[in-house]
T-cell receptor
């Protein structure tokens, strides 16, 4: 069966510090991968998606970037965090572009 | 631009009651619609996926219907239990941007013992 992991589970970072969040998927190959953010009182917003290694599409211009160095690994990064980057970050995968999406447990990021 | 609305925003019911959660979307040109459950501080759990050609899907006590022409979906929960308490989210994947899900803001459900 397929599983999706995210770490860390929680993170508290000062403004201006770098960020690296990791997501890995097990039990499938060549998944479509997604990063979403869920801010307090707001809905889920798609940040990035990837259909293959090194292929990243950005949905919203922002302070973040994503990379996919391996087939089942998706990384969300920032060089300098802003207060507005605080939120709950969710990674998801699907087996096909229009297929069912499955989400990871999330990372709670607080920028102080 | 596709917009997804969920009503009500919050719902409190006694245990054992059957209930319906509503989801509406503005553009009927969709590939599919997915219902999720989210417990506080946790990720999303996929409940049901309905393709645009389907009218309904069932899983245990859950039944989701889709009326694409009217832009509506409902999630029916039979014989509700306290363990059903969570936020329920619906999301559509439309034809314009088929790779992404567009989410509603959710219905927060409390089932009282």
């Amino acid at each position: 069966s397929q599983t999706i992991h995210q770490w860390p589970a929680t993170l508290v970072q000062p403004v201006g510090s770098p960020l690296s969040l990791e997501c890995t998927v097990e039990g499938t190959s060549n998944p479509n991968l997604y990063w979403y953010r869920q801010a307090a009182g707001r809905g889920l917003q798609l940040l990035f998606y990837s259909v293959g290694i090194g292929q990243i599409s950005s949905e919203v211009p922002q302070n973040l970037s994503a990379s996919r160095p391996q087939d089942r690994q998706f990384i969300l990064s920032s060089k300098k965090l802003l207060l507005s980057d605080s939120g709950f970050y969710l990674c998801a995968w699907s087996g096909a572009a229009q297929g069912e999406q499955f989400f990871g447990p999330g990372t709670r990021l607080t920028v102080l | 631009k596709q917009e997804v609305t969920q009503i009500p925003a919050a719902l409190s019911v006694p245990e054992g009651e059957n209930l319906v959660l509503n989801c509406s979307f503005t553009d009927s040109a969709i590939y599919n619609l997915q219902w999720f459950r989210q417990d506080p501080g946790k990720g999303l759990t996929s409940l049901l996926l309905i393709q645009s050609s389907q009218r309904e899907q069932t899983s245990g006590r859950l039944n989701a219907s889709l009326d694409k022409s009217s832009g509506r979906s409902t999630l029916y929960i039979a014989a509700s239990q306290p363990g059903d308490s969570a936020t329920y989210l619906c999301a559509v994947r439309d034809m314009d941007s088929s790779y992404k899900l567009i989410f509603g803001s959710g219905t927060r459900l409390l089932v009282r013992p």
